[in-house]
């Protein structure tokens, strides 16, 4: 169903049709020393591969994240790995990684006509130890910097054993040195800085914020992507399809999502951008993630229950929130 959607959107976007379907509105935002059309963007995991972001942006999106992409094409855990548990306004994906491979995404990406800002996530492969992650990072990276708005280093899939662990705050530290490293190195290279940013779990305890969050500043990043999915499954207790190992997504996520949120807006310098994300499926779940220190939003599961309406409510919300 999904690969369906994402076709027919493309072959809307080939013929001119789907320019029509949402004007993106004009409420720009300086953030992370980049110009956003507006604060709404599409979250990592609907275009996996770079194959669909020019469509997606006929949407209304200001900007657009397309990933994770891995060094090495993998294919992902075993199916069925996405359940939909309607009732919550939610689903359950235990997708681990699936895509074409960073090579693949880069092909897609060099000659693009996307006019708003375009981000790139990049992870490691599923078989590489995380004492050997770094590599992994620094060759996406290498490949995609020169082609990216801006990257984030997703730490926080719960479906890449092991993925989460770098987010304790010694391997956090050491992981986003290296990078930091070698983006001054390519931001010399190639005549521009290109802003890294850094996607956390809803999961995490309150006390690993501040560590978390120094080493964010100490190494230089840009910005800070609050939440991931869960692995907490209390909202849905005894639903069809809740049992299902994976992360959860969409409403249920929200409250988990929003005190991450909060908790590194309080320990981050302003400066520090931060994109809110998980559980968005109003409009006024949007400006709610504003009202608590998001400088953007993006949403995934939200779209796939509402579609083209989530991104107009979502940017009427914050504009109203602003004007208040």
């Known amino acids: 169903a999904h690969e369906l959607s994402m076709e027919g959107l493309r072959l809307g976007h080939n013929l001119g049709a789907t320019r029509f379907l949402c004007k993106a509105a004009n409420q720009p935002v300086q953030c992370m ?111 995609v910097y020169p082609h990216a708005d801006y990257v984030t280093i997703n730490i926080s899939s719960p479906n890449t054993r092991g993925l989460r662990d770098l987010q304790n705050t010694e391997q956090l ?19 521009k800085r290109v802003p890294l940013v850094v996607k956390v779990a809803p999961d995490l305890e309150d006390e690993q914020v501040p560590g978390m969050a120094q080493a964010i500043v100490r ?47 309080g320990n981050l310098p302003p400066e520090i951008a931060l994109i809110g994300t998980g559980g968005i499926t109003t409009g006024d779940d949007a400006a709610e993630k504003i009202k608590l220190g998001a400088d953007l939003v993006q949403f995934y599961t939200g779209f796939v229950y509402k579609g083209p309406d989530l991104v107009k409510d979502s940017l009427q919300a914050i504009k109203a929130y602003r004007s208040a």
Do not use: W
């Open 33 to 143: 020393g980049l110009d956003f059309p507006n604060p709404v963007g599409v979250a990592p995991g609907l275009d996996k591969n770079g194959d669909y972001f020019e469509a997606l942006g006929d949407l209304g999106f200001g900007f657009v994240e397309i990933g994770t992409t891995t060094p090495r094409p993998q294919p992902g855990n075993p199916k069925p790995r996405i359940f939909r548990l309607t009732e919550a306004r939610a689903m359950i994906n235990r997708l681990g990684f699936n895509n074409k491979g960073v090579d693949h995404l880069v092909n897609r990406v060099k000659k693009h006509r996307f006019k708003g800002v375009l981000g790139i996530n990049i992870g490691k492969n599923f078989d590489t130890p995380n004492d050997q992650a770094a590599d992994d990072y620094l060759l996406c990276l290498e490949k």
């Open 173 to 191: 530290d050491s992981l986003l040195a290296v990078l930091n490293s070698r983006r001054l190195e390519l931001a010399n290279e190639y005549q």
């Open 219 to 265: 190494n230089e990043f840009d910005g800070l992507i609050a939440t991931n999915t869960t692995i907490s499954r209390d909202a849905v207790k005894g639903m069809k399809h809740a049992d299902e190992q994976g992360g959860l997504s969409g409403a249920p996520v929200k409250d988990k999502a929003n005190h991450i949120l909060a908790e590194f807006r």
